[in-house]
């Protein structure tokens, strides 16, 4: 019922003028393979738009390179409204500055945040370490490995700003992607990773502080950075609905009417909560703003850790 | 010094993946591998080039087996034709698969492999390089959402 | 464990789940033996048909696909020595001669009995030891993998047939070939030449379209001489004897094992844990000459092992939520939006799932067995028409299956590309398996090797102290000092035999 009211209320604020659009299919690209973290999450949207919209979503996973060559496909696409991209921070905020990329900030129009996960610092449940400063001090007295997907991945950057903030090393593992890396520190061959929380949990690992300005629902025990006694980090991993640069302003705010809609049907909320991941819908205008302070960001920060070209 | 049909081809083989491989091996010497991120293990071309050289190591190997090779036996008849005419026409299938869209390209890609191939009845050929394709679509394109080239000019 | 499997038995035994493995099993099949399609992209097709499911129907659908299609790559493998899924890339050795000589019919038996047989032994596996055997699993680090894929590429040996040196140029050119996209452990990327669609890398699949799929088409087109000649003139479905049987039982029984451990196990996956396994048989057996010639021992290691691995696969998806091979990662994807979080959670908090889940599986496996024997039948048939025709379809096929993998124009390059490399090589006598071989053990080798050298801090020689690592180092010495043993002992008994 609440679904009826609120896709009849997004239909009922379109323009007279495009209350035709969607008139058929939307194709919506996935920069990865499907079955992937970033595909599952569209995956969790895909039935609550198309029942918005009214027209089917059909995703199309070109995968390969961080994003990259599916990002670049897409900032190529026309900007007719029928090819959106949904993306991770990674794909559209550190990768243009770690290669050669087509693309970069303006190359797209952001829609609407749907995910976001802040990170945690976890480590093996067996390592016998259970708060950050265990951890810290261990890292003062030898090596302390941590692991995560290849170099300029979230999960890199969150881990060598950590190692730097605290003002130690972290030797760093690359893995073909967090749930390898989750494997190495199970098998104790290597003691970080710092990872979305709810993966974290997925994983059986222990998680010592959130990267966060506040507790998590998912994890009410897990203080945050900033009460374990730490630096104030904040890293996330989140996911939006992009438009390529120069679709028109109607189709953008019917969009960003519909995934307002979409993220807040109960049905949504519980798949991505269960899943592990935090559902954070952001409308388009501050989405707009924050992502291109974070293309902003992130630069700065490759720069810091040593990455950028 | 009459190198035996096989022994021929293992010389032409084997010269031809050396000349590759120490390409390739030349090749990352090149600036864009000198930046370098180095994360405390061997650098990006390490692996590459071990293999590389491997590569250009045996391939020598099998050139000199090949110039040892005096009773290596001729190597059968091909019919060198047809294998042309039906790469060409695989070749050129791929390329209109790609620029034109697979709904119109495909059909006559089906059609000329099968006629390179001699097929003798062309009629039966025509008809299946019209069904064969777009069943294939129909049921995976359409229904299954799997993804096929669109085409570039359209 | 035990007291919910009458549960289980009764909820899965609903029309709704019973329909789904029937339609999964049948698209299963079908996928798996037209080639170019995968059971990767069979399990990604079907995903959006699962959402409108309740998920025990959904993953019956899913589980059917995954195991049938596993399966299903052998019957084109067989019929026309085109391999329909990378993991039946070693079932074309033996089986393919068997239908040449007339024995096609005792082929399809033979791998549809050994798929069924590997499945279900992983299963039991899967049921009895998951939580243990992943635990297990865990000990394997970057170094103890490194050790286990150096040791798999000694298969290289017993799938060259004789041409070693070319055996061994095939597997350097298939491991610098993985190497071509990003780089994982720098972020780099290597010999794509400034191309965007490069830049991603090479694939398996279109490989393997390209070096089993498209130079079979040039090889025909080479040596066809009669141009109604049928692609297919034995088919059907024949169960062998079981004197046939007796005798390879303890074979069966092995490749079973090598594939559910290889399965349960990081960086190898199925298509290794298949070479692994035939190269296991040929070398124990009392007659290697007769692998490659139609050796049914051949056969039933490549099948049986290669269901196996889907059991062993799901060992640490189900007990710890990481997906052990490129199957599973979609599986994995499915649960989740179904609300079923594999890992250490589930087996405590929804044991009657897990139950179900295994009940599914085994019956995914009885499904395939009796719907392969019939669809075995069926694509024989099917394949009567002549090669002549057949081929331009091969050829359709290989074209989408390569483009549908990752939307990259450079996969449908690489099948014309490499099917030509593949058909000169195979002119002159070089083994394609390796190729493969080193294709796909490139990127895990590469990796744990660095990851290793990372961890020991650039000290090799640590390499050692880790005792599987040891083991497995060890057994690959022996294998190999056996491999020039042989050369060294078979030339001194040619030296004394001449002089």
């Not at chain 1, 029928?82 to 087509?102: N, S």
């Amino acid at each position: 019922m609440k679904r009826t009211i609120v896709a009849l209320a997004a239909v009922a604020f379109a323009t007279p003028a495009l209350a035709q659009y969607p008139e058929q299919s939307i194709e919506v690209l996935v920069p990865f393979n499907a079955g992937s973290g970033p595909d599952a999450s569209f995956r969790m949207l895909q039935p609550e738009l198309e029942e918005i919209l009214g027209q089917p979503m059909v995703v199309r996973n070109v995968g390969g390179a961080g994003g990259t060559v599916g990002a670049a496909q897409f900032a190529a696409q026309d900007a007719d409204g029928y090819y959106l991209a949904f993306m991770p921070v990674g794909t559209t905020t550190t990768q243009p500055h770690l290669r050669d990329v087509t693309y970069d900030d303006t190359s797209f129009e952001p829609i609407c945040m749907t995910i976001q996960d802040p990170m945690a610092v976890s480590v093996s449940p067996d390592s016998g370490i259970s708060s950050m400063d265990e951890l810290i001090a261990r890292a003062g007295e030898g090596t302390v490995t941590s692991g995560g997907p290849p170099p300029g991945s979230l999960p890199h950057i969150a881990q060598a700003a950590v190692a730097a903030a605290y003002d130690v090393d972290f030797r760093y593992v690359p893995h073909e992607g967090g749930s390898a890396a989750a494997r190495s520190i199970l098998g104790g061959q290597v003691d970080v990773l710092v990872d979305p929380v709810g993966s974290i949990i997925n994983y059986g690992l222990q998680p010592l502080a959130v990267l966060n300005d506040s507790r998590l629902d998912a994890a009410p025990d897990l203080p945050t950075i900033d009460e374990a006694g730490g630096p104030p980090l904040r890293y996330s991993i989140w996911f939006g609905l992009f438009a390529p640069a120069g679709t028109p302003e109607e189709i953008l705010t019917a969009l960003d009417e519909a995934c307002q809609a979409g993220t807040a049907t109960e049905r949504y909320q519980a798949t991505v909560e269960n899943s592990g991941r935090t559902p954070r819908f952001m409308a388009r205008d501050e989405f707009s703003d924050f992502f291109r302070q974070q293309y902003q960001d992130n630069a700065e920060l490759l720069s810091a850790v040593g990455l950028a070209q | 010094m009459a190198l035996s049909g096989q022994g021929r081809a293992d010389v032409i083989y084997g010269a031809v993946a050396a000349m590759g491989g120490t390409a390739m091996f030349a090749h990352t010497f090149s600036d864009r591998y000198s930046n370098e991120f180095l994360f405390g293990d061997v650098s990006t071309t390490f692996v590459p080039r071990i293999l590389l050289g491997l590569i250009v190591l045996l391939s020598l190997g099998l050139v000199v087996k090949g110039l040892r090779d005096r009773d290596g036996g001729k190597l059968p008849a091909v019919a060198i034709g047809r294998v042309a005419l039906v790469f060409g026409a695989c070749v050129l299938s791929i390329a209109g698969v790609w620029f034109i869209g697979y709904l119109i390209a495909m059909p006559i890609g089906v059609f000329l492999v099968g006629w390179a191939f001699g097929y003798p009845n062309k009629l039966v050929l025509l008809v299946t390089a019209i069904v064969a394709p777009l069943l294939t679509w129909l049921v995976l394109a359409e229904f299954a959402q799997v993804s096929f080239p669109n085409g570039q000019v359209f | 464990m035990l007291e919910f499997v009458p549960g289980a038995f009764s909820s899965a035994f609903t029309f709704s789940i019973l329909l789904c493995l029937a339609i999964g099993t049948v698209a299963g099949i079908i996928i798996g033996a037209l080639p170019g399609l995968g059971t990767v992209l069979g399990l990604v097709m079907a995903l959006p048909f699962t959402y409108v499911l309740e998920p025990g129907p959904a993953i019956a659908l899913l589980l059917a696909i995954y195991v049938s299609s596993i399966y299903g790559g052998s019957i084109s493998a067989i019929l026309i020595n085109v391999p329909g899924t990378p993991q039946s890339a070693a079932s074309v050795f033996d089986g393919y001669p068997m239908a040449q000589r007339g024995d096609g019919a005792l082929a399809l038996g033979w791998a549809t009995i050994a798929s069924f047989v590997g499945g279900v032994f992983s299963l039991v596996i899967l049921v009895m030891l998951a939580p243990q055997l992943a635990r297990f699993a865990l000990n394997f680090g970057p170094i103890e993998t490194f050790a286990l894929i150096v040791f798999a590429l000694t298969t290289i040996a017993w799938v060259s047939s004789g041409e070693m040196l070319k055996g061994l140029l095939a597997a350097c050119i298939g491991l610098f070939l993985a190497t071509v996209g990003p780089d994982a452990m720098t972020g780099q990327v290597r010999f794509h030449f400034d191309n965007l669609f490069l830049s991603a890398g090479l694939t398996v699949i279109p490989l393997l379209i390209g070096f089993f799929a498209v130079s079979e088409i040039l090889y025909q087109a080479a040596y066809l001489k009669d141009v109604k000649l049928p692609a297919v003139t034995s088919g059907g479905f024949k169960v062998p004897p079981w004197s046939a049987w007796k005798p390879r039982i303890v074979t069966l029984l092995r490749s079973c094992g090598i594939g559910s451990f290889i399965g349960v196990l990081p960086g190898t996956g199925a298509t290794a844990a298949v070479f692994v396994s035939y190269a296991d048989a040929k070398r124990r057996a009392p007659n290697p000459e007769d692998f490659g010639k139609g050796e049914p021992s051949g056969l039933i290691a490549s099948e049986s092992a290669n269901n196996a691995v889907s059991g062993g696969a799901m060992v640490p998806m189900m007990a710890l939520g990481i997906p052990g091979d490129g199957g599973t990662v979609v599986l994995l994807g499915a649960l989740t939006i179904h609300n079923v979080i594999p890992g250490v959670r589930l087996f405590s908090t929804q044991p009657d799932l897990v139950t179900l889940i295994f009940v599914l599986l085994l019956l995914a496996n009885i499904f395939m067995l009796m719907i392969g024997a019939f669809g075995a039948n069926v694509f024989s048939r099917m394949l009567k028409i002549p090669t002549t025709l057949l081929m331009p379809l091969v050829f359709m096929m290989s074209v989408v299956g390569a483009y549908a993998i990752r939307s990259n124009p450079v996969d449908i390059i690489v099948i014309a590309v490499f099917g030509l490399i593949g058909f000169l090589l195979r002119m002159n006598k070089f083994p394609p398996a390796p190729i493969i071989i080193g294709f796909v053990l490139g990127v895990p080798l590469e990796m744990s090797f660095r990851q290793g050298l990372i961890l020991t801090d650039m000290n090799v020689l640590l390499f050692f102290e880790s005792p599987i690592a040891l083991v497995l180092f060890i057994i690959t010495a022996l294998i190999v000092l056996g491999q020039f043993g042989a050369f060294k002992a078979l030339s001194r008994a040619v030296g004394r035999g001449k002089g």
